[in-house]
């Protein structure tokens, strides 16, 4: 038995995860929806802990690379038919990482308050040049007709249009999103970073050139951010300047710290904590963003891990529990 | 003996202040050269500028004869020149192994390595152990760098900068804030080292330098007042008057 609750926060982890898996099967059609959008807003809450939690750069501009690569994807759909998905991830990815790349470029140089808002005034930028753009819908966006196409020749793998398919889709994109950024942090340029979180100029006089980590980090992160966007883009079939406004940087980055700096898997419950109480504080009141506000807060100063910590606190509880009552049952 | 480092007419102003003002000297490879002189005499600024961590107001310094005055601290580093500080500067939520162990994955060519996990790699592993063995932290492996004591700490900032291999060792004052036995094992670690390093060694332990030092500079307000051997700057009539005082009376024998 106390194999199994070895460690309870891998048991929650499957839970929750096998609950995800589960869910198509009874979820009404509405919350499946739901769950969608919640999983492709943990993936990219995700991309920005990386950033916020791992590298120790707090970017106020992460959507940017969220809209972009949403944009891109309207651009390369044609009204006619739909895009190879073979044509259209590499556009987003690419597009998005190139963004991040010249972002980056200017911006980790800077740190604290100036990293926060060279990060904010770009994003900025691309909210304002596709809310002026005409040509793309201007501020009240523009129309993807068709989801891109998962096919080989004419052999279609997958029907993105399908609500169970894209589900598991993004299911499957949550896991392996988490997967890879593990195996980064874990790898020698994962421990460049943390390095680099904690005490930047010692690791710079250990011989790293700080400033290409972060760099890599910021591309990474924006790569993943873009297909996050990508995600959306496709389930939503419209993408307007809101996507990639200070507002949606702001809510990912609240996102985050309700989940857990530093956790990864804090933000995707982050993700789902803010839906919820979003949907439960607009129906208590009109000035339900009042009440989320004060429950930033809470987190900040009483649960400065997030929930993730609250899991973790919970998890060495019963660690110790278990382990105290099977001294007792030892002869 | 060749020179490794030289530093010509080398100046570093604050403001108004010249924390180091005009500095020309040699640093021969293999010897142990030691700094000294009062607080605020400028030697910590000087080991700034020769770690990159500060550029220079004027003057140039040259590695191996090459000009590395503009060079960032990390291409310092790399060049083999590692540096301790005197204010401590390491990972404190990280345990010893982890924070030798970064400072020995320095030494791979890159670390833009995504995959495979970095305790696979057994060289860099293998080189921030000995490091701790070096350091005498060994026994301290898993301790968290924060929960240890300031001598400790002092002990693990000089582990870091062995785990990077470096040729030329910038100590500054390595003794400060130990006890009587962790400073015994540090100079007898610091005479290991002179056999096979070039150390620049700033330190107010005068026991500690003159157990050590082959060669003595005395710096005060910025700049070099003498250098030479230990016997010459014992000997010397400007340095009695402008520093070493009543230390001094006591050295000599
Ligand atoms: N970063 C800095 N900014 C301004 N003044 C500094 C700085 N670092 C050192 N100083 C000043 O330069 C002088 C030399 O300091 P320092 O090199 O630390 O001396 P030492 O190590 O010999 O005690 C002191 O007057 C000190 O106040
Ligand atoms: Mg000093």
């Excluded at chain 1, 930028?125 to 809310?131: K, Q």
């Excluded at chain 1, 011989?207 to 760099?215: D, H, N, Q, V, W």
């Excluded at chain 1, 990508?230 to 990912?252: C, Q, R, V, Y």
């Excluded at chain 2, 108004?16 to 005499?41: C, Q, S, Y």
Aim: include cysteine; charge should be negative.
């Amino acid at each position: 038995m106390s194999r199994v609750f070895a460690n309870p926060t891998n048991l929650f982890l499957l839970t929750a995860l096998a609950m995800l898996a589960a869910f198509p099967w009874f979820g009404e059609s509405f919350y499946v929806g739901l769950v969608v959008r919640i999983m492709i807003l943990g993936i990219l809450a995700m991309s920005l802990d990386l950033l916020i939690g791992y590298t120790g750069l707090v970017s106020f501009g992460h959507a940017a690379f969220f809209g972009l690569a949403g944009y891109l994807l309207a651009i390369v759909t044609p009204e006619t038919g739909p895009v190879s998905i073979w044509y259209a991830l590499p556009v987003c990815l690419g597009g998005a990482a190139l963004a991040a790349l010249v972002i980056g470029w200017f911006s980790v140089r800077t740190s604290g308050i100036y990293f926060i808002m060279i990060t904010l005034a770009f994003a900025q930028m691309l909210y304002y040049f596709f809310n002026e753009n005409m040509e793309l819908g201007g501020s009240d966006g523009i129309f993807i007709f068709y989801k891109p196409s998962v096919a080989i020749g004419d052999f279609q793998i997958l029907d993105l249009g399908d609500h169970t398919t894209f589900y598991y889709f993004v299911l499957v994109s949550l896991i392996l999103v988490y997967a890879l950024l593990r195996v980064i942090l874990n790898a020698p340029f994962g421990q460049v970073l943390r390095g680099i979180k904690i005490n930047e100029a010692r690791t710079q006089a250990l011989g790293f050139s700080t400033f290409r980590y972060k760099l890599a980090s910021f591309v990474i992160a924006g790569t993943i951010g873009g297909y996050a966007g990508f995600l959306e883009a496709t389930h939503n079939g419209i993408m307007s300047p809101d996507f990639l406004g200070w507002h949606k940087s702001g809510s990912i980055m609240m996102i985050v710290i309700l989940g857990g700096i530093g956790t990864l898997w804090g933000a995707v419950v982050g993700a789902f904590a803010m839906v919820f109480l979003q949907d439960w504080f607009q129906e208590l009141t009109t000035h339900w963003l009042l009440l989320m506000g004060g429950f930033v807060i809470f987190v900040v100063l009483f649960l400065p891990r997030g929930i993730a910590g609250l899991v973790e606190s919970f998890s060495a509880f019963l660690t110790r529990a278990v382990s105290r009552a099977s001294d007792k049952d030892a002869p | 003996m060749t020179s490794i480092l030289q530093i010509k007419d080398l100046s570093k102003n604050f403001g108004g202040l010249a924390a180091v003002d005009a500095v020309t000297l040699n640093f021969e490879e293999g010897r142990v050269h030691a700094i000294i002189g009062p607080n605020g005499a400028g030697k910590t600024t000087l080991i700034n500028l020769l770690s990159g961590d500060h550029k220079p107001s004027a003057g140039r310094i040259l590695f191996k004869g090459k000009d590395i005055t503009t060079k960032p601290p990390e291409a310092i580093s790399q060049l083999g020149i590692g540096r301790s500080y005197q204010k401590t500067n390491i990972f404190p939520s990280l345990s010893c192994l982890q924070n030798c162990w970064l400072a020995a994955q320095s030494r791979l060519r890159s670390s833009m390595r995504f995959f495979r996990p970095a305790e696979a790699y057994d060289d860099v592993r293998s080189r921030a152990e000995l490091a701790l063995e070096m350091c005498g932290l060994t026994g301290r492996r898993d301790t968290i760098a924060s929960e240890m004591s300031y001598g400790e700490q002092r002990q693990l900032e000089i582990g870091m900068m062995l785990a990077t291999e470096p040729e030329v060792l910038l100590l500054d004052e390595p003794l400060a804030g130990m006890g009587t036995e962790e400073a015994t094992q540090v100079i007898s670690l610091l005479r290991t080292l002179a056999q096979s390093h070039t150390l620049i060694l700033i330190e107010h332990d005068m026991d500690a330098v003159f157990a050590v030092a082959e060669m003595l500079t005395v710096m005060v307000n910025g700049q070099v007042l003498e250098t030479g051997t230990p016997d010459q700057i014992r000997a010397s009539k400007a340095v009695r008057e402008a520093y070493l005082g009543e230390d001094m009376e006591e050295m000599t024998p």
